[in-house]
């Protein structure tokens, strides 16, 4: 597998995370203070923040592979807006699993509920910084222009028609 294409096939797993999470989370959470879960379910949405973490981590190195590439043909400064919304992403995401063990250590109460709460709100902001990080990759590619790296260079990725025009609505064809 060519190492230079894998950051657009590993980004989408953190991304539909980020988006799942505070449903799964904010369900999990309803579900476990009406007493219909008990405490150690939110094990599983602990578990799938980590996941959105690790992924996380993996999308940004394969993204620091590939900027020296990109850099040929997208503006730095375009590439530093993708990367530090990445970041911000992947450092919130990270310290909402902190906070999101915290409820499986504290005691029931007050404390347990507002931490609980906490992360789940949380979860909420992880989607707007994933969004903002995943604004800004689509920027590169569909604006800026980063996809054309790999053809220029031999590479296989298909970006369609360079003007944005469909092969059916070219009436000098027929």
């Known amino acids: 597998m060519d190492q230079l294409l894998f950051h657009p096939k590993v980004v989408h797993l953190p991304m539909a995370l980020a988006v ?3 449903l799964v989370g904010g369900g999990v959470l309803f579900a476990w203070w ?16 980590a996941t959105l973490v690790g992924s996380g ?3 940004m190195n394969t993204g620091e592979r590939e900027e020296e590439r990109v850099e040929e043909i997208v503006a730095e400064e375009q590439i530093e807006a993708h990367e530090e919304a990445a970041e911000a992403f992947v450092w919130a995401a990270a310290a909402v699993l902190l906070l999101m063990a915290l ?14 709460l906490g992360a789940f709100l949380g979860t909420l902001i992880v989607l707007g910084l994933g969004y903002k990080a995943g604004e800004a990759g689509g920027r590169l590619v569909y604006q800026h222009g980063a996809a054309q790296t790999y053809v220029a260079n031999g590479g296989d990725v298909d970006v ?3 003007s944005g025009d469909s092969p059916e609505g070219d009436s000098d064809s027929h």
């Open 20 to 22: 799942l999470l505070p």
């Open 34 to 49: 009406r007493g219909w879960f008990q405490r150690r379910v939110w094990v599983v949405v602990l578990l799938l923040q």
């Open 57 to 59: 981590v993996v999308a």
């Open 103 to 116: 409820p499986l250590v504290l005691p029931e109460g007050r404390a347990r509920q507002a931490v609980s």
């Open 160 to 162: 369609g028609p360079a």
